[in-house]
């Protein structure tokens, strides 16, 4: 069994920030990419970044200069720096981890039970 545990989300002021972390734990052969999703109310679930093995990062557009993605591959966390955060910011926030089990098994996306996050006054 794989578990994604996210912690860090809540409510914020806009211009406020934000850390969001999310830990990979199980049974874990290796990890490739980590990530953070989120999905605001009657949306479909977004990217908002990912970063592979090697530190290569990935941002929605609407993200880039504010948000800052990192891991620590020795402890399988992946983290999420939310500063500068807007209103439009407010939506649920998933991790996803793209792992294998074990040597033989494929690669597949497990997901984390997701994070509230709020922006508001």
């Known amino acids: 069994q794989v578990q994604l545990v996210e912690s860090g989300g809540g409510l914020v002021q806009p211009g406020g920030s934000l850390r969001l972390s999310c830990a990979a734990s199980g049974n874990i052969f290796s990890i490739y990419a980590m990530g953070w999703y989120h999905q605001a109310p009657g949306k479909q679930r977004e990217l908002v970044a990912t970063i592979t093995s090697g530190g290569t990062t990935n941002y929605a557009d609407s993200v880039k200069g504010r948000f800052t993605i990192s891991r620590d591959n020795a402890k399988n966390t992946v983290y999420l720096q939310m500063n500068s955060l807007k209103p439009e910011d407010t939506a649920v926030y998933y991790c996803?981890?793209?792992?294998?089990?074990?040597?033989?098994?494929?690669?597949?996306?497990?997901w984390g039970q997701g994070t509230q996050v709020t922006v508001s006054s």
């Open positions: 996803n981890a793209e792992l294998r089990t074990r040597s033989s098994a494929p690669a597949r996306n497990y």
